[in-house]
């Protein structure tokens, strides 16, 4: 059975040309070209095989983890690989690890809260890793809130050194990657105290460890917060707790771009503008949604292959039995994912632009379009995100009983990915804070001030009030115009629905308050209107290779009308669109799927992702499971002996009935 692709037959029914559609899906050919090279050389590494990682115990998880990313720093400085090749590698030997907060975190925030001098001193220790540094927010009592940290930093005129203090035992420093066993260093997030005066939460540089035998410093309490859901999966990591005693630091560690502290204890604003931080935030959460996109399509390539491959009911007459992809109930499930993978893929390259076009703004001072790019970043990782998580236990679900097993890869998949719904901010808070700048926008319409950005939109608010669908049969739905109105139609309704029933409270926090749950769906819908009306977007681009396009704009309209479908009440009680209309998007849904499905297999082998990255028997690209699936099962170390330990003292007493029993 080796060397045979048992899913020959259903690529050989694709209907578009493969290599283009994975240089669509990379982004460019320069980008396939770069992720395929560096992919290929983890995969033939033997020091990042990780497909033992469930039978390790979390010390050895955790070594293994060490020996993993020096071996990948000793390569990146051999192979002298570029930092998009360097990032690229630490993507695909994929395990969580300190490396991920030390680039993603700790060097950021230098760059964005540090003087030139201050990035000039410890980028160049941090970029060599002659340092390693991790991001200390977070605390046992507070996360998404944090204005409401505990830590202090209360700044000592007498010697010219901030105290870093925890005074409680909820300001402990809790859940930061990398500071449990490794970070020597922290960026750590602290209420600025100075004569007396409470001046917020601040940036300090604070080491944490010895340099040379990377023992805790004296006063600083430090360890890993203990096991996490899921076999390997995010143990790789070591989240931490941290607590300071009056820990003493120089005050040239405070990040000092948005402000000092002199000597005399005097507290100074810089000319800095304080919305650079924006700048900082849309770059995180725009990787983050990056990440959706990576780990949606991964559960949805598992899925769809192993769906290709499993056959169940419907033989006749001892004929063979059916694929259980050619199941309707099976496409309605997982066709909808495989388009949510290619549309937040597009939407995270939009945000790519975003990012430039808001550091390109704040360079030229200009802060017009800022509260729009936050709240549109906020709505989308909180989007993307939920969207994620749900489905990869859905593409568990989809792959039956085999699915729950670790070697299929979904549930250490799950297990690394759903922390996502929480870090960078709660998915609800976020959505509450789109549903703010929803209702800002509402009340301004009229005003003269026209709306940005993405709620450009609502400018149109008289039409898009009293319009109605002119959707009058199935086909009609594959009308941008059409589909994007009605999205369009829902948002700003919701909206302005939510916004009338504010202005019943005296009190509007109140009311606020009181209105949370259809604050969230009315921000939900905006930014599912992102998604869409970025994919559409992407479809009016010059797209070559033969068949790709119709396979893209089948996608389109998939991820956009099975949003119809799962919302339909937002759409009928907005009068957005009337039941007739949403009879005939379900009819226009059922037809994609079966254009989709001769297509499927290929669509997923286009995120060109290598055996060793998807870690899944059942997402195997030759689609050999059953052998493979024994193979496995082999190597647990239950399997070591076939007389189980514990037979003589357990096992063998209770059959023979020679279990002793006490006498009351």
Same mark, same amino acid.
């Given at each position: ?60 998880? @955790? ?62 220790? &941090? ?22 940290? #505990? ?187 495989? &388009?949510?993978?290619?549309? @937040? ?21 200009? @802060? ?262 024994? #193979? ?33």
């Amino acid at each position: 059975m080796e060397g045979i692709d048992h899913l020959a037959d259903e690529r050989n029914k694709a209907e578009f040309d493969v290599d283009e559609m994975k240089i669509v899906w990379a982004g460019s050919r320069h980008a396939f070209e770069v992720s395929d090279r560096i992919a290929r050389l983890v995969a033939s590494d033997p020091v990042f095989v990780k497909s033992d990682r469930a039978r390790l115990s979390r010390k050895e998880l @955790f070594k293994s983890t060490l020996k993993k990313c020096a071996h990948a720093w000793k390569r990146i400085i051999e192979l002298r690989l570029t930092e998009e090749e360097a990032g690229r590698l630490r993507f695909f030997v994929d395990q969580p690890a300190f490396v991920d907060l030390h680039w993603g975190m700790f060097v950021p925030a230098i760059k964005g809260q540090g003087t030139e001098e201050q990035q000039h001193k410890w980028l160049s220790l &941090a970029n060599k890793m002659q340092i390693i540094g991790c991001y200390a927010q977070t605390e046992l009592g507070h996360g998404s809130n944090v204005q409401g940290l #505990e830590t202090t930093a209360t700044f000592d005129p007498k010697t010219d050194e901030f105290v870093i203090h925890s005074p409680t035992q909820t300001s402990s420093k809790w859940w930061p990657g990398g500071l449990g066993k490794v970070s020597t260093h922290a960026v750590v997030y602290a209420r600025l105290i100075t004569d007396g005066k409470d001046y917020g939460v601040h940036g300090f540089i604070v080491q944490l460890r010895s340099l040379e035998d990377h023992s805790p410093l004296p006063n600083i309490i430090v360890g890993d917060i203990g096991t996490k859901m899921g076999n390997g999966a995010y143990n790789s990591m070591d989240n931490g707790f941290l607590m300071f005693d009056q820990v003493r630091i120089p005050r040239d560690q405070m990040l000092m771009r948005l402000a000092e502290v002199t000597r005399e204890g005097k507290y100074v604003p810089s000319d800095v503008p304080k919305q650079l931080m924006y700048g900082t935030m849309v770059y995180v959460r725009q990787t983050i949604v990056a990440d959706a996109s990576n780990a949606l399509s991964r559960a949805v390539c598992i899925a769809t292959r192993y769906s290709a491959v499993r056959r169940q009911f419907g033989a006749r007459d001892g004929g063979i039995e059916t694929q259980v992809i050619d199941y309707k109930t099976q496409q309605n499930r997982l066709f909808p994912l495989l &388009a949510s993978a290619y549309a @937040f893929r597009f939407v995270g390259e939009w945000l790519k632009w975003l990012y430039t076009d808001v550091t390109a703004r704040l360079q030229a001072s200009d @802060f017009a379009t800022l509260p729009e790019a936050h709240a549109c970043t906020a709505g989308l990782k909180s989007l993307t995100t939920t969207a994620t998580a749900d489905g990869i236990e859905e593409c568990r679900k989809l792959c039956g009983g085999h699915g729950y097993l670790w070697c299929s890869g979904l549930p250490e998949l799950f297990a690394v990915y759903v922390p996502a719904c929480t870090y960078e901010g709660d998915n609800i808070v976020l959505q509450l804070q789109v549903a703010r700048f929803l209702m800002k926008t509402v009340s301004q319409l009229g005003s003269g001030k026209a709306p940005v950005g993405t709620t450009a939109y609502m400018a149109r608010a008289e039409h898009l009030l009293q319009c109605r669908s002119g959707v009058q049969k199935a086909e009609d739905w594959l009308n941008p115009a059409a589909v994007v109105e009605a999205f369009e139609a829902r948002a700003l309704r919701m909206a302005v629905a939510c916004a009338k029933n504010l202005s019943k409270f005296e009190n509007q926090e109140q009311g606020f308050s009181e209105l949370l749950a259809e604050l969230v769906e009315a921000a939900i819908a905006h930014c599912q209107l992102i998604v869409v009306s970025k994919f559409i977007a992407k479809l009016e681009q010059d797209i070559g290779g033969k068949g790709v396009k119709k396979q893209l704009n089948n996608l389109c309209y998939i991820y956009a009308l099975h949003i119809l479908h799962k919302h339909l009440g937002d759409f009928l009680s907005t009068n957005s669109i009337t039941p007739k209309q949403a009879s005939l998007a379900n009819n226009q849904l059922r037809s994609l799927y079966s254009q989709v499905r001769p297509n499927a297999v290929a669509l997923v082998d286009a995120f060109n992702y290598t055996d060793h990255y998807l870690n899944s028997v059942l997402g195997r690209y030759d689609g050999n499971v059953y052998p493979k699936l024994f #193979e496995e099962a082999w190597k647990d170390p239950l399997n070591d002996s076939v007389v189980p330990d514990g037979y003589q003292e357990y096992i063998r007493p209770l059959i023979k009935q020679q279990l002793r029993t006490a006498r009351l």
